[in-house]
């Protein structure tokens, strides 16, 4: 199936790992450029490039900073000209989860307000400086990585489930606003535990617990959380917009 991503320039945020870089893979795999942003984690990103090929441009982005949307979006536009596809991917996991005998209320204000701030603003904040280019092409996709906490919740996420909520709504009411400009498609995929090549021992410790949850048995691997993400993000995607889309293997 031609997914019609040839030729088209995606974003993959937080690609240097984990499910970013089954995403960047996937997306490489349909012909499409792609630009992977990592904060701190250079070489292993260098690696998911080296995986691409000369396809791949990779950008140091920093999402809590007011100015690197801008400046990422400057830089991929002075590299192919377009974007066509945002896929936020980037997490700031924070310092406000704990034990589940841990209460919300003890966590430092800062930190709360830092894992809010960043997992929310910075989503949005990269999606508004995309979207002007969007709408002038009058095509577009958007992808918010989203997680299965923000519904099923659970104890010592409280923020980081707040964060991933409110991107929710906002994606809903901005699939609205960006389809009355073109074929511009936005939605969110919600993970569950996922396995992944760097969360091995999270998914032996409590993937038996989520497991037995889902009517599959098992915890999806990254690359099957990818691939629902490469098609809402591609050109075969007609009519899926303003959804938030489960992928945990049914939990």
């Known amino acids: 199936m031609d ?5 088209r320039t995606v974003i993959v945020t937080g690609a240097s ?3 970013g870089r089954r995403l960047a893979l996937g997306f490489a795999a349909e012909h499409a450029d792609v630009v992977l942003t990592y904060r701190t984690n250079r070489s292993d990103a260098e ?8 396809r791949a441009l990779l950008i140091p982005y920093a999402m809590e900073d007011p100015g690197a949307a801008g400046e990422l979006v400057e830089a991929v536009l002075g590299w192919t000209g377009r974007i066509d596809v945002l896929v936020n991917n980037a997490v700031h996991w924070g310092s406000t989860g704990g034990p589940a005998d841990r209460p919300f209320e003890d966590v430092a204000e800062a930190d709360w307000i830092d ?3 960043h997992n929310l603003e910075g989503g949005l904040r ?12 009058r095509w577009g996709r958007l992808v918010h990585i989203s997680s299965n906490i923000a519904v099923d919740g659970m104890a010592g996420a409280e923020y980081y489930a707040a964060a991933k909520a409110a991107l929710h709504g906002f994606s809903r009411s901005a699939a609205f606003s960006l389809g009355r400009d073109g074929d511009i498609l936005t939605n969110v995929v ?6 992944t090549d760097t969360n ?3 998914a032996d410790e409590y993937g038996h617990h989520y497991s037995a949850l889902a009517p599959l048995g098992r915890l999806l691997d990254a690359a099957e959380v990818a691939a629902p993400v490469v098609y809402l993000g591609s050109a075969a995607n007609t009519g899926i917009t303003g959804q938030v889309i489960s992928v945990t293997g049914g939990a």
């Open 200 to 202: 091995t021992a999270l």
């Open 126 to 137: 990269l999606t508004r400086a995309v979207a002007p280019v969007l709408r002038e092409r």
């Open 190 to 195: 919600m993970p569950g535990l996922t396995r």
């Open 17 to 19: 790992g984990g499910i």
């Open 3 to 7: 997914l019609g991503l040839t030729g």
């Open 115 to 117: 894992t809010l701030r």
């Open 47 to 54: 690696r998911v490039a080296k995986e691409i090929g000369d």
